[in-house]
């Protein structure tokens, strides 16, 4: 096994550019608005975690041009990470393995090797980094006098060591958007099931928990920010027992005109969180979407003119098989070969000219960006249908790139935070393990830096605010990655076919989590 | 009759899941049953990725466009709101008097249907006429659709019509609206 190193050190030093009265006087209102309520708000933050940290917190916030950058990738303060490989002995190295693999948290050989497997088990004993600080007999004596994690013998356990070790479960929750509305009801239950496990939608008090715990938030950053303190307590094998706060970002857009906003913020979650839970449309297996699949489509005759607009990309179907109503003809070419026969174009904000109406007969008007791409090229399954043909034909025409892949964006953003190795994701959409592929191939959602859970059949929209609150009690509750998804699966059901919504292999990933003996 | 009733049930038990779907709309389709129709049009409204478009065969198989007038004019919001919505799939311009009615619903969600009907009905010239009649409304929202779709429609009736309303258009925003999507 060849040795694998700890990553560099992060240190951040915090150099303040401004105080933040003069900074406030200087830059004028917060972005997203004025709002004399935030004066106070700013104030009492100064009193809790001084002014120098305010001050950097302002600076950034007001920082111009960030309408769609919502955190900052780097944190406001320096968070404790482990600064230098511990100046461990081989042997010292044997025995804190062989105390890890007793506590189910190591599953690697014994090979005196410290890498991200030993690393992983020690931040799981201790709940956070801790152990970087003490002198070997010391990791060696409070691994020695831990128990290990309870619970049914084989199960994974998610790393909450990884996840809690900053004292926060930040969660980042994306409802897509249907066509039909579906969203709104979904949307509605998810927010009453936090209110009812005591969370309130309170922006300001999840700034100043995610800036204590080294994170930051734009002060008008898009979504909601549902925040329940204490929510739960955390007692690592071999470390203090501690609370710890959490905060659900909500994000959606019930109009679908400011999707572009919400996909972005949960673009964010997925590396950013410590879990990220999309429910939605799966849009054949192209990626999370917070808008239509279009906006709507116009059909011009040889003068240019419009004659049709459709606004259901299934009548635009049915209109393309069906003979048009001036008694012309079809080519018997099916739906899509009738699209095709009319020489389609993309056009954002629908501005064609004359000449291009003549030229292309049919024009497709996109909704606003709203679309996570996790595969670029199709993924074919079963019957390729027009809807899944139509989705990769505006992929192809916007240009969009996937945000997947060793060099997409999910990668570089994760690349940004060294110091956050782990997250969850979960897919609540219909069929989400077309998308394994291309996220396991993601650096930062590869298996030994995420669990991921995705569907093996079309899932309900009725079911999707239980399924993540079946998520959320699970998390909070501390269960195994295999209990968590038997509750969602139980709050998931389909009668029709009695298929498990999560099929087995969920969560997939867990190559660095820890077992129960 | 009861063999009609009994696989007219049967279909309506596949309606409720995707999976099953196409075929109980073939057999409703089969079946020459226009009870069918209402229930083929909810199974549409869901929210699944499968596809749809087998239901709107057998809708348009069963004669949705002649159950829809019948339902617009109906006391419950739903039926018309379904209605409208079949107007939409299938469209016809002999429903053109029902959605200019219904443009004005004091219901929001019916009205919001009704105008969407409204602007995805074959642009003939009898939709024109309807949608120039609009420009008049009091409604901003009724104006926009018609200043949006005209502009786009581009018969030189239309341009003329959006041409002479620029001037009593009192919404700087859709005289803008008008200025650009004429000049473009």
Redesign the interface.
Same mark, same amino acid.
């Not at chain 2, 069963?62 to 939409?88: C, F, K, N, W, Y």
């Given at each position: 096994m060849a040795r694998e190193k700890l990553d560099p050190p992060v240190r951040r030093e915090v150099t303040p550019t401004a105080r933040s009265s003069n900074l406030l006087a200087k830059k004028g209102p917060l972005a997203g608005g004025t709002n004399v309520a935030w004066v106070g708000e700013i104030l009492g933050l100064q009193r809790r975690v001084g002014n120098q940290a305010v001050a950097e917190f302002l600076e950034r916030q007001t920082d111009a041009g960030r309408l769609f950058i919502q955190r900052n990738p780097l944190a406001v303060l320096a968070a404790p990470v482990a600064a230098t490989h511990p100046d461990w002995t081989r042997d010292q190295l044997a025995t804190i393995q062989r105390e890890l693999r007793r506590l189910g948290l190591y599953g690697l050989a014994i090979d005196k090797i410290f890498g991200p497997g030993t690393r992983s088990g020690l931040v799981e004993a201790f709940g956070g980094e801790e152990w970087v600080t003490l002198a070997p007999d010391e990791v060696i004596n409070r691994l020695k006098g831990a128990s290990p994690p309870t619970g049914n013998k084989g199960e994974h356990r998610f790393r909450y060591g990884e996840m809690f070790k900053d004292g926060i479960l930040d969660i980042t929750v994306g409802v897509g958007f249907d066509e039909t509305g579906a969203h709104g009801p979904e949307v509605a239950a998810i927010k009453a099931g936090l209110k009812a496990r005591g969370f309130a939608d309170d922006h300001v008090l999840a700034s100043l928990l995610l800036l204590r715990a080294h994170r930051s938030v734009a002060l008008d950053a898009f979504g909601e920010f549902w925040v329940k303190p204490k929510v739960l307590s955390y007692a690592p094998p071999a470390g203090p027992p501690r609370a710890v706060n959490a905060v659900v970002r909500l994000v959606y857009s019930m109009t679908g005109k400011d999707g572009d906003k919400a996909a972005s913020a949960m673009q964010e979650g997925l590396t950013q969180s410590d879990a990220a839970f999309y429910a939605g449309h799966a849009r054949v297996g192209s990626g999370p979407d917070f808008s239509g699949v279009f906006e709507h489509a116009e059909v011009f005759n040889a003068a240019g003119q419009s004659v049709k607009r459709i606004e259901d990309f299934d009548a635009l179907e049915l209109y393309l098989e069906t003979p048009p109503p001036d008694g012309g003809k079809r080519h018997g070419l099916g739906a899509w070969g009738e699209f095709n026969a009319y020489n389609p174009i993309l056009s954002p904000g629908g501005n064609l000219s004359d000449g291009d109406r003549r030229t292309h007969r049919l024009m497709l008007v996109p909704s606003p960006n709203a679309h996570l791409l996790l595969n670029q090229t199709m993924v074919k399954r079963g019957v390729v249908g027009f809807e899944r043909r139509l989705i990769y034909w505006i992929v192809e025409k916007s240009g969009v790139k996937a945000i997947t892949g060793k060099h997409g964006a999910l990668a570089k953003a994760a690349a940004a935070q060294p110091d956050r190795k782990y997250r969850v994701v979960v897919f609540n959409a219909c069929t989400t393990q077309d998308y394994k592929p291309s996220v396991q191939g993601t650096p930062g959602l590869d298996p030994r830096s995420a669990d991921l859970i995705m569907s093996q059949r079309e899932t309900l929209w009725a079911h999707y605010a239980d399924g993540l609150l079946a998520f959320l009690d699970s998390i909070v509750a501390q269960q195994s990655a295999e209990q968590t998804v038997k509750a969602m699966n139980q709050a998931e059901p389909d009668d029709e076919t009695s298929k498990a919504a999560f099929g087995p292999g969920n969560p997939a990933g867990m190559a660095l989590d820890p077992t129960i003996r | 009759m009861g063999s009609i009733d009994s696989g007219y049930s049967a279909a309506l038990k596949l309606l409720?899941? @995707?999976?099953?779907w196409c075929k109980g709309a073939q057999i409703l389709a089969e079946l020459g049953d226009k009870r069918g129709i209402i229930p083929l049009l909810r199974a549409?409204?869901?929210?699944?990725?499968?596809?749809?478009?087998c239901l709107?065969?057998a809708m348009?198989t069963l004669g949705a466009t002649r159950i829809a007038p019948s339902l617009v004019q109906g006391e419950d919001p739903e039926q018309r709101r379904l209605g409208l919505h079949l107007m939409?799939?299938f469209?016809d311009d002999a429903y053109l008097p029902l959605l200019e009615r219904s443009v004005e619903d004091p219901n929001p969600v019916v009205k919001a249907q009704a105008r969407?009907a409204l602007?995805?009905q074959?642009?003939t010239p009898t939709w024109e006429a309807t949608m120039v009649g609009l420009l008049e409304s009091t409604d901003r929202d009724l104006r926009e659709d018609a200043v949006s779709?005209l502009a786009?429609?581009? @018969?030189p009736t239309a341009l003329a019509a959006l041409a002479r309303h620029r001037e009593r258009e009192l919404d700087p925003d859709l005289r803008r609206v008008i200025d650009?999507?004429v000049r473009?």
């Amino acid at each position: 096994m060849a040795r694998e190193k700890l990553d560099p050190p992060v240190r951040r030093e915090v150099t303040p550019t401004a105080r933040s009265s003069n900074l406030l006087a200087k830059k004028g209102p917060l972005a997203g608005g004025t709002n004399v309520a935030w004066v106070g708000e700013i104030l009492g933050l100064q009193r809790r975690v001084g002014n120098q940290a305010v001050a950097e917190f302002l600076e950034r916030q007001t920082d111009a041009g960030r309408l769609f950058i919502q955190r900052n990738p780097l944190a406001v303060l320096a968070a404790p990470v482990a600064a230098t490989h511990p100046d461990w002995t081989r042997d010292q190295l044997a025995t804190i393995q062989r105390e890890l693999r007793r506590l189910g948290l190591y599953g690697l050989a014994i090979d005196k090797i410290f890498g991200p497997g030993t690393r992983s088990g020690l931040v799981e004993a201790f709940g956070g980094e801790e152990w970087v600080t003490l002198a070997p007999d010391e990791v060696i004596n409070r691994l020695k006098g831990a128990s290990p994690p309870t619970g049914n013998k084989g199960e994974h356990r998610f790393r909450y060591g990884e996840m809690f070790k900053d004292g926060i479960l930040d969660i980042t929750v994306g409802v897509g958007f249907d066509e039909t509305g579906a969203h709104g009801p979904e949307v509605a239950a998810i927010k009453a099931g936090l209110k009812a496990r005591g969370f309130a939608d309170d922006h300001v008090l999840a700034s100043l928990l995610l800036l204590r715990a080294h994170r930051s938030v734009a002060l008008d950053a898009f979504g909601e920010f549902w925040v329940k303190p204490k929510v739960l307590s955390y007692a690592p094998p071999a470390g203090p027992p501690r609370a710890v706060n959490a905060v659900v970002r909500l994000v959606y857009s019930m109009t679908g005109k400011d999707g572009d906003k919400a996909a972005s913020a949960m673009q964010e979650g997925l590396t950013q969180s410590d879990a990220a839970f999309y429910a939605g449309h799966a849009r054949v297996g192209s990626g999370p979407d917070f808008s239509g699949v279009f906006e709507h489509a116009e059909v011009f005759n040889a003068a240019g003119q419009s004659v049709k607009r459709i606004e259901d990309f299934d009548a635009l179907e049915l209109y393309l098989e069906t003979p048009p109503p001036d008694g012309g003809k079809r080519h018997g070419l099916g739906a899509w070969g009738e699209f095709n026969a009319y020489n389609p174009i993309l056009s954002p904000g629908g501005n064609l000219s004359d000449g291009d109406r003549r030229t292309h007969r049919l024009m497709l008007v996109p909704s606003p960006n709203a679309h996570l791409l996790l595969n670029q090229t199709m993924v074919k399954r079963g019957v390729v249908g027009f809807e899944r043909r139509l989705i990769y034909w505006i992929v192809e025409k916007s240009g969009v790139k996937a945000i997947t892949g060793k060099h997409g964006a999910l990668a570089k953003a994760a690349a940004a935070q060294p110091d956050r190795k782990y997250r969850v994701v979960v897919f609540n959409a219909c069929t989400t393990q077309d998308y394994k592929p291309s996220v396991q191939g993601t650096p930062g959602l590869d298996p030994r830096s995420a669990d991921l859970i995705m569907s093996q059949r079309e899932t309900l929209w009725a079911h999707y605010a239980d399924g993540l609150l079946a998520f959320l009690d699970s998390i909070v509750a501390q269960q195994s990655a295999e209990q968590t998804v038997k509750a969602m699966n139980q709050a998931e059901p389909d009668d029709e076919t009695s298929k498990a919504a999560f099929g087995p292999g969920n969560p997939a990933g867990m190559a660095l989590d820890p077992t129960i003996r | 009759m009861g063999s009609i009733d009994s696989g007219y049930s049967a279909a309506l038990k596949l309606l409720e899941s @995707s999976a099953s779907w196409c075929k109980g709309a073939q057999i409703l389709a089969e079946l020459g049953d226009k009870r069918g129709i209402i229930p083929l049009l909810r199974a549409y409204e869901r929210p699944a990725e499968s596809a749809k478009i087998c239901l709107l065969r057998a809708m348009r198989t069963l004669g949705a466009t002649r159950i829809a007038p019948s339902l617009v004019q109906g006391e419950d919001p739903e039926q018309r709101r379904l209605g409208l919505h079949l107007m939409e799939l299938f469209t016809d311009d002999a429903y053109l008097p029902l959605l200019e009615r219904s443009v004005e619903d004091p219901n929001p969600v019916v009205k919001a249907q009704a105008r969407r009907a409204l602007r995805c009905q074959d642009q003939t010239p009898t939709w024109e006429a309807t949608m120039v009649g609009l420009l008049e409304s009091t409604d901003r929202d009724l104006r926009e659709d018609a200043v949006s779709t005209l502009a786009s429609h581009r @018969s030189p009736t239309a341009l003329a019509a959006l041409a002479r309303h620029r001037e009593r258009e009192l919404d700087p925003d859709l005289r803008r609206v008008i200025d650009g999507l004429v000049r473009a």
